[in-house]
């Protein structure tokens, strides 16, 4: 299994994991023709993929994905609440769409990858998260989460590879220049986590695989690459620049477990 990010904050969300030939694109919060330039940066096209998971309706992961999905019959997997509130992205002739609703406590398969679904505390209809196997390796990816939950420990723990959300340092977000509201929105129980707050939940998972660890959704206002690093690498005791970023242009290359 390997994985890589093409791209990720508030500006748009998308990460590839590929198990031999099969290739599941989760999220698509880039225009169709922004995601064929970071799919070639992946030295991949559209036509490779075998499917696209949605986790919720906000447009930085939503935006592209039924676009692709219709012009490259390309099936869709998402919640029935995320598929409501996606309308408005459906193109006018959905007759091309694939669309599968799943439940978010039921594994299932697409070809050589198992999927395992779980909900999240974010502000969204039916937000879902996901981990990955080929039966070997365990990838576990969360981000646009407020607050953490015991069933979100026990689906982590154990991951040879983590994706967590490290969206803001609690005192940049504090005396950053968001309103008000949007703090609160941000700081709150169905918002986005913060660096402290992902710390924790890595400190409270079974770690004893863990290949890679990536930060991710970097607040690009209140949040800086090495306070995250910082709050990660401290509870694993490796060397900051240990924990990788996921960045919103760049994304991450390809990591392999
Ligand atoms: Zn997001
Ligand atoms: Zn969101």
Request: proline residues 4%.
């Amino acid at each position: 299994m390997r994985f890589a990010s093409l791209g990720s904050g508030s500006a748009g969300n998308a990460t590839m994991i590929e198990v031999e030939r099969t290739r599941l694109l989760l999220d698509c919060g880039f225009s169709v023709r922004e995601m064929l330039a970071r799919l070639a940066r992946l030295e991949l096209t559209p036509e490779q993929l075998s499917g696209i998971l949605v986790t919720h309706e906000h447009d930085d992961h939503a935006r592209g994905a039924f676009k692709l999905a219709a012009k490259y019959r390309i099936p869709v997997w998402l919640s029935y609440g995320t598929y409501k509130m996606c309308e408005r992205y459906l193109p006018s002739d959905i007759s091309d769409l694939q669309i599968q609703l799943i439940d978010s406590h039921t594994d299932f398969t697409v070809d050589a990858i198992c999927v395992s679904p779980f909900p999240v505390p974010h502000d969204a209809r039916e937000p879902t998260q996901f981990t990955f196997s080929d039966g070997r390796a365990k990838l576990g990816i969360l981000t646009d989460v407020g607050s953490t939950t015991a069933h979100i420990e026990r689906v982590l723990s154990g991951c040879d590879a983590l994706m967590l959300e490290c969206n803001h340092d609690l005192a940049m977000l504090a005396k950053g220049p968001y309103a008000k509201p949007l703090k609160d929105r941000v700081g709150g129980r169905l918002g986005h986590l913060d660096n402290q707050s992902a710390a924790t939940l890595l400190s409270q998972l079974d770690n004893t695989k863990l290949k890679h660890i990536v930060a991710a959704h970097l607040s690009e206002k209140n949040n800086t690459p090495i306070l995250a690093q910082t709050a990660l690498s401290a509870v694993l005791g490796c060397a900051p620049d240990w924990v990788a970023i996921a960045e919103q242009t760049l994304g991450l290359h390809w990591r392999s477990l």
